[in-house]
């Protein structure tokens, strides 16, 4: 019985994540942890694609004797790209937000809009 | 002062086998799980920890900032250079199998671990950068 | 059993990111968010992808953290209390949430051999991987070889966030200007 609900129980999780990814970005004031949740909502899509990508009785795609069922290979190529982009994304976005800091003293988003309305 | 002297002891012992595991996951992607990328991440976090013990002006003792610089563009290039190198033999962009007229499939071999060679080196030489560069903003040059 | 695996891992991480919204202490939060890569690369093992789980535990435990603390060090290491709280964005979430949720009863069944997701190019990749290029990791030669054209642009885009860090936070590229800037 448990098998037959395991599936949707997963996408259903996917989109409790993506959408407290989502959540913490359009909330939250400061600009770390917009990007801290922007990364938490690309993880949840990852996982989505992963288990999109999942044979029962299949195995991990390395070839071994022949007559094995493998899992699909494709979300896992797609996925590695995404999560090196994600991270070279993450990676620009901190430069940023220490130069922003540098230029107006604080990173809290409320903030730098008053300071850039004052001037 | 006693706790630096524990750290110190044991990234001697660790550092050197976490750099030849980045090795062995860069070399054997082919067979195992691993490749470029996850090496290339490997081998930098090694370099990372070696910094955050020693600090970071012996880390920059051991490599440069530019030659970092350097091996940056030196991995796309290898990368490209592996794709131009199959029409300049014969073959398509990226066609591996132009690399060794005798067995396409050496070939296949020779241009995937060429391919993920220049990844690897990429990808760590950016992450080491990243890592000097957050480490020195902060203070006078 | 690795069912039950699978949804306790997903239920710690929930846990984890429900946390992650709530706290405002930032040096907490980059590391739960590093505890969160790991638990999410135990999930990605259970389903069969253990490149990617290498991949994410090496990149989102391993560097993502050192460039998190390493904002922190430079910026700040607590969120300031809001004022009033809005509730415009949980109205927005739980809009969105239920229109996907709506739209996963036409997702196919979890693990099904015969989805369209595996009909298509990678049986073929299975099947002929072995023979063209003779590398038992399917997943490398699918990602050197077969595709390797988007490898290439995934390695420039990695080349260009170091050219843009360096750029940014490099010191070596200032400008002497006569007024001092």
């Given at each position: 019985?448990?098998?037959?609900?395991?599936?949707?129980?997963?996408?259903?999780?996917?989109?409790?994540?993506?959408?407290?990814?989502?959540?913490?970005?359009?909330?939250?004031?400061?600009?770390?942890?917009?990007?801290?949740?922007?990364s938490?909502?690309q993880?949840?899509?990852f996982?989505?694609?992963?288990?999109?990508?999942?044979?029962?009785?299949?195995?991990?795609?390395?070839?071994?004797?022949?007559?094995?069922?493998?899992?699909?290979?494709l979300?896992h190529v797609l996925i590695l790209t995404a999560i090196v982009v994600g991270i070279a994304t993450t990676g620009m976005g901190m430069a940023l937000?220490?130069?922003?800091?540098?230029?107006?003293?604080?990173?809290?988003?409320?903030?730098?809009?008053?300071?850039?309305?004052?001037? | 002062?006693?706790?630096?002297?524990?750290?110190?002891?044991?990234?001697?012992?660790?550092?050197?086998?976490?750099?030849?595991?980045?090795?062995?996951?860069q070399?054997?992607g082919?067979?195992?799980?691993?490749g470029g990328f996850q090496a290339g991440v490997?081998f930098a976090?090694?370099?990372?920890?070696?910094?955050?013990?020693?600090?970071?002006?012996?880390?920059?003792?051991?490599?440069?900032p530019n030659v970092l610089q350097t091996c940056i563009a030196l991995g796309v290039l290898l990368y490209a250079g592996t794709g131009v190198a199959g029409i300049l033999?014969?073959?398509n962009f990226l066609d591996y199998?132009?690399l060794?007229?005798?067995?396409?499939?050496?070939?296949?071999?020779?241009g995937i671990l060429l391919v993920e060679f220049g990844v690897g080196m990429t990808v760590a030489s950016v992450m080491m950068s990243t890592f000097?560069l957050?480490?020195?903003?902060?203070?006078?040059? | 059993?690795?069912?039950?695996?699978?949804?306790?891992?997903?239920?710690?991480?929930?846990?984890?990111?429900?946390?992650?919204?709530?706290?405002?202490?930032?040096?907490?939060?980059?590391?739960?968010?590093?505890?969160?890569?790991?638990?999410?690369?135990?999930?990605?093992?259970?389903?069969?992808?253990?490149d990617v789980?290498?991949t994410?535990?090496a990149v989102?435990?391993?560097i993502s953290?050192?460039i998190?603390?390493?904002?922190?060090?430079?910026?700040?290491?607590?969120?300031?209390?809001?004022?009033?709280?809005?509730?415009?964005?949980?109205?927005?979430?739980?809009?969105?949430?239920?229109?996907?949720?709506?739209?996963?009863?036409?997702?196919?069944?979890?693990?099904?051999?015969?989805?369209?997701?595996?009909?298509?190019?990678?049986?073929?990749?299975?099947?002929?991987?072995?023979?063209?290029?003779?590398?038992?990791?399917?997943v490398t030669s699918v990602l050197a070889s077969y595709r390797g054209y988007d490898t290439l642009g995934e390695t420039a885009v990695i080349f260009t966030a170091g050219v843009g860090l360096l750029l940014l936070i490099g010191?070596?590229f200032?400008?002497?200007?006569?007024?001092?800037?």
């Open positions: 019985m448990i098998e037959i609900d395991v599936g949707l129980i997963n996408y259903w999780v996917v989109i409790f994540l993506m959408m407290t990814g989502f959540y913490i970005v359009m909330a939250s004031r400061n600009l770390i942890k917009k990007m801290v949740g922007l938490l909502f993880s949840s899509v996982i989505m694609y992963i288990t999109a990508g999942k044979v029962l009785g299949g195995t991990a795609p390395i070839l071994t004797k022949p007559g094995t069922d493998y899992s699909n290979p979300p937000i220490i130069r922003i800091n540098e230029a107006y003293g604080t990173v809290e988003e409320n903030e730098i809009r008053s300071q850039d309305a004052a001037e | 002062m006693s706790g630096n002297i524990i750290l110190r002891i044991v990234g001697k012992l660790f550092i050197p086998f976490i750099i030849l595991f980045a090795l062995y996951v070399f054997h082919d067979f195992g799980p691993g490997i976090a090694a370099f990372v920890l070696y910094g955050l013990i020693f600090g970071v002006e012996k880390a920059k003792r051991v490599i440069h033999l014969g073959g199998g132009a060794n007229s005798h067995d396409p499939v050496h070939g296949q071999h020779l000097f957050f480490a020195s903003r902060g203070r006078p040059s | 059993m690795s069912e039950i695996i699978n949804l306790s891992l997903l239920l710690f991480l929930s846990v984890l990111a429900v946390t992650i919204a709530r706290l405002r202490n930032l040096f907490a939060v980059v590391m739960i968010a590093g505890f969160y890569s790991l638990v999410s690369a135990a999930l990605f093992t259970v389903l069969d992808a253990v789980a290498f994410e535990a989102g435990a391993g953290t050192v998190l603390l390493g904002t922190l060090l430079l910026t700040t290491k607590e969120e300031k209390a809001p004022e009033r709280w809005s509730p415009l964005p949980l109205i927005v979430v739980l809009i969105t949430g239920a229109a996907l949720v709506f739209a996963t009863e036409d997702m196919p069944a979890y693990g099904d051999p015969n989805a369209p997701a595996h009909k298509h190019v990678a049986p073929r990749y299975l099947e002929d991987s072995g023979d063209e290029i003779g590398v038992p990791n399917v010191k070596s200032r400008f002497r200007d006569p007024d001092g800037e």
